[in-house]
């Protein structure tokens, strides 16, 4: 499977993007993670593709919607209410189609794309 990630960009604090992570083919799950300069990457927030279950890191809840386009095996991070915390490389990951899992850590995923870079200017 391979994911391509796009969207990013940079936005003044309390603006909005929306990147979107298009895989090759379907998968399980997707997720969005970041990794801020000197961090440890976090996650952000991850979807079950079969039902469109969600979760999200208490950081994001309520400004970050993750959604679908099972047509296209695409899944969108909508950010708003930006902060300049939120300013991070941004990655997806997807997991096999055999997992049914909402997965919140690295580990537990199969596939990466590529990182897209997030500013957030105070």
């Known amino acids: 499977v391979q994911l391509q990630a796009s969207g990013g960009g940079l936005v003044q604090a309390g603006g909005s993007l929306r990147l979107s992570c298009a895989a090759s083919?379907?998968?399980?799950?997707m997720g969005w993670f970041r990794r801020a300069p000197g961090k440890d990457r976090e996650f952000v927030a991850a979807?079950?593709?079969?039902?469109?279950?969600?979760y999200y890191a208490d950081s994001v809840k309520g400004r970050f919607t993750i959604s679908r386009e099972n047509a296209k095996n695409t899944v969108y991070l909508q950010m708003n209410s930006l902060k300049p915390e939120d300013t991070a490389v941004y990655s997806c990951a997807a997991d096999d189609l055999r997992v049914g899992m909402i997965q919140t850590r690295p580990n537990e995923y199969d596939y990466w794309g590529q990182g897209t870079q997030v500013t957030v200017s105070s």
């Open positions: 083919e379907r998968t399980g799950g």
């Open positions: 979807m079950r593709m079969a039902d469109a279950g969600k």
